[in-house]
């Protein structure tokens, strides 16, 4: 995903909590702490209320965005940039990429490739927006080429 593409895809906070919410929740909240769904909506601060337990809670508990005071629209540029790099990228120009420190951007990538032992299939969900296959018909390809049960799309992905 380019960075032109995140920004756009995701022009502000809520945008990016909304995207999180459908990848993470499937847009039905769930409390991180008992896993009820007997929530209440917070209108004005994107959080949650859980009538269960009775904690507060945002979906970010529990993932790398988690007690960051960097936007998410960053985090997302980040974790673009992460997968993305195929043969991994120096912590010096990941922060000129995001605009950070040296430091800052150390930490977000260790807390990134962290994530990406753990919760490699959510990482690659948030990520998956702007994945395309390039492919064809097996009439199109070669003989060792063709892909299995007719399979109509395949190839290589794309990022």
């Given at each position: 995903?380019?960075?032109?593409?995140?920004?756009?895809?995701?022009?502000?906070?809520?945008?990016?909590?909304?995207?999180?919410?459908?990848?993470?929740?499937?847009?039905?909240?769930?409390?991180?702490?008992?896993?009820?769904?007997?929530?209440?909506?917070?209108?004005?601060?994107?959080?949650?209320?859980?009538?269960n337990c009775n904690t507060s809670f945002s979906v970010t508990v529990g993932t790398v965005f988690h007690n960051s005071k960097l936007d998410i629209q960053k985090w997302f540029l980040a974790i673009s940039i992460i997968l993305d790099a195929k043969k991994g990228i120096s912590v010096r120009q990941f922060a000129r990429d995001i605009e950070v420190t040296k430091d800052t951007a150390w930490l977000m990538m260790m807390r990134i490739r962290k994530a990406k032992i753990v919760y490699g299939a959510f990482l690659e969900e948030i990520n998956e927006t702007a994945e395309a296959y390039v492919g064809g018909t097996n009439k199109d390809h070669h003989l060792d080429k063709t892909l299995e049960e007719g399979q109509e799309r395949g190839g290589e992905q794309i990022h």
């Open positions: 995903m380019s960075l032109v593409q995140i920004y756009k895809q995701f022009p502000d906070h809520s945008s990016c909590i909304r995207h999180l919410e459908k990848v993470r929740w499937n847009n039905v909240a769930q409390c991180p702490y008992c896993n009820s769904t007997k929530t209440t909506p917070v209108s004005k601060e994107l959080r949650y209320h859980c009538n």
